[in-house]
């Protein structure tokens, strides 16, 4: 399953704003289309991605005029990306090494072909093991005397 390409996992299509866009509207993006990031564009090309994470600690936790400021003071500049070609391993290991919870995934002509998430990574595993999944004890350290964990 980790050896798996990418573009096996049901990818969420990006959500795209252009450079300059007000803070405001891309917050109106993530909550309309009910995404945990944004690929910001610039001239045609990905410049940067406005991740859920980006937009509670630099936006909503200070002062910001929403309508003023634009998504370049907030967003992650030159994101790392992986290709289709990739393996869902590949972007497991990454996900762990630089804690994040989204990579956008670029195709061969350089745009943006979805983005994989932490949680579609976790909803393959539950369900390619759903035993073991369904049967962890709510506190991992927690041994139990039944296999139902309950």
Known sequence: MLTDRINTL???PP???ESGTPVGKVLDEVQTKR???VLVYEAGRMAGILTERDILLKVVARDVDYDKETVDAFMTRDPATLSPDDTIGDAAALMAERHFRHIPIIGHDGAA????SIKDIIQLLAESFPEQVLNLPPRP???METPEGG
């Open 35 to 37: 995404v945990g990031c």
């Open 15 to 17: 959500v795209t704003v």
């Open 10 to 12: 049901p990818l969420t």
């Open 113 to 116: 072909i979805g983005v994989a």
């Open 141 to 143: 350290h927690q041994k």
